[in-house]
């Protein structure tokens, strides 16, 4: 159920009429409801609570999707860890309560700096993601006299039929260790001090919206546990990545029902420990971004709704071609045909062409829908716009979780050297 609903044609978060949230914190405005990241999150858990017991499996949220402190105490207040992919993200995810027990570190290009302080705080996990960074890990673990719980991150070749800019799993992208390649690194882990390598993990992409690419993933994944025990690797953990595709249009996402018997089946027989890194799933449809209409301008051909929000608070549509949805504060019928611009100086600073809406005008507002994830984790200062504020929803509460920025917070980043006078 969504929680983000028309009641008495006026759109609510939760119990609250986004135009009051709109009224009161300004737009463009980030708003969360914390029911239904809860309800995205119990999902999870209850899926796999149906195949297997508490203590096999770990849910890691994917903080790059979301990582505002508030949304990060919520899921660990559920239960749930943390995927990282950066010291910064680390600092939030402990920041928030969130043990170090519980956190993931994954990344194609982590920093020594990033890697000594994830291995000083004892993190569950690093998921290596190349040859040259095992032996640098290795290396700066002995020296610390600690030994590091490492997956090796491995790329099966699988195409995850996603968007070519969130595809991740196939030969010829950044990600992993080749799959075929992989029992040479594994069997040379063995030997390398500081190094524990009890796991594979793997992770094929975003916004899948059918189950077979996983499970050819998994397969392959599972082929290759039992390759690397009887080459003599002890290993007791696979990763399944990032979670399933979402709702933004008319996709329909396979159930974590059927996600979940499908791990029971392939993977579960190994009698592994067993990590998810949803990130997408848990927050995406949890969020909306709030915006008011500047006004209507009248082309040769075509009528723009400019709106005060732009590509710089949500980046998606001008990244991938990402449609979110536009719904107007105060449900109406659709008469007119708009393209949803942005104030930005970007042609690609568009989030509609040809969308049926109500007649709109200066000051209406309206939600973009469905930007919980990967939206203000995204957003920039470009054309000086100071970062849009966050708000969370409970019931029939709304609390500031993080403030707007100011232009004056913006010219205060910036130094003029003395000799330019
Ligand atoms: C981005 C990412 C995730 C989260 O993916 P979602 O599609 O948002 O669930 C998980 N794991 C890794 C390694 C990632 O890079």
């Given at each position: 159920m969504l929680t983000t609903q028309y009641k008495n044609k006026k759109l609510h978060m939760e119990d609250v009429a986004l135009e009051t949230l709109a009224e009161k914190y300004g737009t463009p405005l980030y708003c969360y409801s914390a029911a239904q990241i809860t309800q995205n999150f119990n999902a999870y858990r209850d899926a796999f609570l149906k195949v297997s017991a508490p203590e096999n499996f770990t849910i890691c949220y994917a903080t790059k999707a979301n990582?505002?402190?508030?949304?990060?105490r919520l899921l660990g207040g559920l239960g749930a860890g943390a995927d990282i992919v950066s010291g910064g993200e680390m600092a939030r995810a402990l920041a928030a309560g969130i043990p170090a027990s519980k956190i993931v570190f994954s990344g194609v290009g982590k920093s020594e700096d990033e890697l000594r302080a994830a291995i000083a705080k004892g993190i569950f996990q690093i998921n290596v993601e190349s040859e040259e960074e095992l032996v640098q890990l290795s290396a700066l673990a002995a020296k610390m006299k600690k030994k590091v719980p490492v997956s090796i991150r491995v790329n099966p070749d699988v195409d995850a039929k996603t968007h070519a800019k969130i595809t991740t799993g196939k030969k010829e992208n950044k990600f992993g260790v080749d799959i075929d390649r992989a029992p040479a690194l594994y069997k040379k882990a063995l030997k390398m001090p500081g190094i524990d390598a009890l796991g594979v993990a793997v992770h094929i992409g975003s916004q899948l919206t059918?189950?077979?690419?996983f499970k050819?993933?998994?397969?392959?994944?599972?082929?290759?546990?039992v390759k690397l025990r009887k080459q003599g690797n002890d290993i007791r953990r696979v990763d399944l990545g990032g979670g399933i595709g979402i709702t933004y249009k008319d996709?329909?996402?396979p159930d974590l029902t059927f996600y979940a018997l499908m791990v029971r089946d392939i993977i579960m027989p190994l009698n592994v420990h067993v990590v998810m890194e949803p990130g997408r799933s848990i927050v995406g449809n949890a969020g909306v971004l709030l915006s008011r209409v500047r006004g209507v301008k009248k082309g040769a051909s075509k009528k723009f709704l400019i709106l005060d929000a732009a590509m710089n608070d949500l980046m998606r549509p001008a990244l991938y071609d990402a449609y979110h949805a536009i719904w107007p504060a105060r449900l109406a019928a659709a008469k007119e045909t708009y393209d949803v611009v942005g104030p930005v100086c970007e042609t690609g600073d568009t989030f509609h062409i040809g969308e049926k809406l109500p007649a709109l005008k200066a000051g209406d507002v309206v939600a973009l829908m469905t930007s919980g994830a990967y939206g203000a984790v995204m957003s920039s200062n470009y054309n000086t716009r100071p970062l849009a504020p966050e708000v969370l929803v409970s019931g029939k509460k709304s609390a500031l979780i993080r403030r707007a920025q100011t232009v004056e917070d913006l010219l205060k980043q910036d130094q003029i050297p003395e000799w330019l006078g």
């Amino acid at each position: 159920m969504l929680t983000t609903q028309y009641k008495n044609k006026k759109l609510h978060m939760e119990d609250v009429a986004l135009e009051t949230l709109a009224e009161k914190y300004g737009t463009p405005l980030y708003c969360y409801s914390a029911a239904q990241i809860t309800q995205n999150f119990n999902a999870y858990r209850d899926a796999f609570l149906k195949v297997s017991a508490p203590e096999n499996f770990t849910i890691c949220y994917a903080t790059k999707a979301n990582s505002n402190l508030a949304v990060l105490r919520l899921l660990g207040g559920l239960g749930a860890g943390a995927d990282i992919v950066s010291g910064g993200e680390m600092a939030r995810a402990l920041a928030a309560g969130i043990p170090a027990s519980k956190i993931v570190f994954s990344g194609v290009g982590k920093s020594e700096d990033e890697l000594r302080a994830a291995i000083a705080k004892g993190i569950f996990q690093i998921n290596v993601e190349s040859e040259e960074e095992l032996v640098q890990l290795s290396a700066l673990a002995a020296k610390m006299k600690k030994k590091v719980p490492v997956s090796i991150r491995v790329n099966p070749d699988v195409d995850a039929k996603t968007h070519a800019k969130i595809t991740t799993g196939k030969k010829e992208n950044k990600f992993g260790v080749d799959i075929d390649r992989a029992p040479a690194l594994y069997k040379k882990a063995l030997k390398m001090p500081g190094i524990d390598a009890l796991g594979v993990a793997v992770h094929i992409g975003s916004q899948l919206t059918s189950l077979t690419p996983f499970k050819r993933a998994y397969e392959r994944v599972a082929e290759l546990v039992v390759k690397l025990r009887k080459q003599g690797n002890d290993i007791r953990r696979v990763d399944l990545g990032g979670g399933i595709g979402i709702t933004y249009k008319d996709e329909t996402p396979p159930d974590l029902t059927f996600y979940a018997l499908m791990v029971r089946d392939i993977i579960m027989p190994l009698n592994v420990h067993v990590v998810m890194e949803p990130g997408r799933s848990i927050v995406g449809n949890a969020g909306v971004l709030l915006s008011r209409v500047r006004g209507v301008k009248k082309g040769a051909s075509k009528k723009f709704l400019i709106l005060d929000a732009a590509m710089n608070d949500l980046m998606r549509p001008a990244l991938y071609d990402a449609y979110h949805a536009i719904w107007p504060a105060r449900l109406a019928a659709a008469k007119e045909t708009y393209d949803v611009v942005g104030p930005v100086c970007e042609t690609g600073d568009t989030f509609h062409i040809g969308e049926k809406l109500p007649a709109l005008k200066a000051g209406d507002v309206v939600a973009l829908m469905t930007s919980g994830a990967y939206g203000a984790v995204m957003s920039s200062n470009y054309n000086t716009r100071p970062l849009a504020p966050e708000v969370l929803v409970s019931g029939k509460k709304s609390a500031l979780i993080r403030r707007a920025q100011t232009v004056e917070d913006l010219l205060k980043q910036d130094q003029i050297p003395e000799w330019l006078g």
